[in-house]
């Protein structure tokens, strides 16, 4: 492999965007770039991109060395298929998709043709017009050939980010574990902003920042499991009896607070914090009226 190996980009989304962003700052030839739409190949002659009339490749001439495929999941293997029916020679190319929850078998039909192939996925959430900065001091995954993880873990470096070399088992865990803290938190966040909406509370989740803050600092200083505050984890079954009269008649946010709050008992009883007769009591307040 060449020093600065030319690079093709499928997608120019948020971190297709944040990858050219990257490439180009670091001196790096972005040879083509695909869209659904559109393609554009590097135009030696005049210096600049050359729009083509169309949305996907014919030939080795319309690719790079490497080929980043940062497109929605579900064209991850349709698209390695597509490629993979070109009539090139793979065997000098290293194809990368970036999905998170993908295996690495969604590359198996230009893994067949000699492409060297992994997974690198950055654990991150990107927006559309983010930048190469996007990348520093976050974790990134990779899965896949040896070559080509390799590569990736001076790239990563020069990100100024860190690699985890893992197995497919744990991408699925840290993907997963992923939506639950970054995904889902959006949820509850929402779920608490509402509430204060609905009754009148005029500063919304801003009231809640002091708070929220403080929570993660305790979580990344103590760990997540010795954390826990708040009225279950002291016992409290009248707060939690008034809070689940409040949410009565709003079914999502009662179901939820239900079921964390089981969570909860179970966290608080594991550290000594929660007497059997208090988490009893806690755990029949939360499992009544359900239907």
């Known amino acids: 492999m060449i020093n600065k190996p030319a690079i093709t980009l499928f997608g120019n989304g948020a971190l297709g965007g944040a990858l050219r962003d990257f490439f180009t700052k670091k001196g790096y030839k972005i040879y083509s770039i695909w869209s659904s739409n559109e393609g554009s190949v590097f135009d030696e002659s005049i210096g600049a991109f050359d729009k083509h009339n169309k949305s996907f490749p014919e030939n080795s001439s319309d690719l790079g060395d490497i080929i980043f495929l940062s497109v929605?999941?579900?064209?991850?293997?349709?698209?390695?298929?597509?490629?993979?029916?070109?009539?090139?020679?793979?065997?000098?190319?290293?194809?990368?998709?970036?999905?998170?929850?993908?295996?690495?078998?969604?590359?198996?039909?230009?893994?067949?043709?000699?492409?060297?192939?992994?997974?690198?996925?950055?654990?991150?959430?990107?927006?559309?017009?983010?930048?190469?900065?996007?990348?520093?001091?976050?974790?990134?995954?990779?899965?896949?050939?040896?070559?080509?993880?390799?590569?990736?873990?001076?790239?990563?470096?020069?990100?100024?980010?860190?690699?985890?070399?893992?197995?497919?088992?744990?991408?699925?865990?840290?993907?997963?574990?992923?939506?639950?803290?970054?995904?889902?938190?959006?949820?509850?966040?929402?779920?608490?902003?509402?509430i204060l909406k609905q009754n009148g509370v005029d500063q919304s989740i801003e009231l809640l920042k002091p708070l929220i803050d403080q929570t993660l600092s305790n979580i990344f200083e103590?760990?997540?499991?010795?954390?826990?505050?708040?009225?279950?984890?002291?016992?409290?079954?009248?707060?939690?009896?008034?809070?689940?009269?409040?949410?009565?008649?709003?079914?999502?946010?009662d179901e939820i607070y239900r079921m964390l709050g089981k969570k909860a008992i179970g966290i608080a009883r594991s550290h000594n914090n929660l007497s059997i007769e208090s988490a009893d009591l806690l755990l029949k307040l939360l499992i009544e009226k359900t239907e």
């Open 72 to 194: 929605p999941d579900h064209k991850v293997s349709e698209l390695a298929h597509q490629l993979s029916e070109l009539d090139i020679n793979w065997s000098g190319k290293f194809v990368i998709h970036n999905s998170g929850s993908l295996p690495l078998a969604s590359l198996k039909s230009l893994a067949d043709k000699g492409a060297k192939i992994a997974s690198m996925h950055p654990i991150q959430t990107f927006h559309k017009g983010d930048d190469h900065s996007r990348f520093k001091d976050i974790n990134i995954s990779l899965v896949g050939d040896e070559a080509v993880v390799g590569w990736l873990e001076g790239i990563i470096q020069k990100m100024e980010a860190k690699a985890l070399r893992i197995d497919e088992n744990q991408k699925q865990a840290i993907h997963l574990s992923a939506v639950m803290a970054s995904n889902y938190l959006v949820v509850l966040m929402n779920i608490a902003e509402e």
């Open 222 to 253: 103590k760990g997540a499991s010795n954390s826990l505050t708040g009225p279950i984890s002291r016992g409290d079954s009248s707060s939690v009896k008034l809070h689940l009269n409040k949410l009565s008649d709003q079914k999502t946010a």
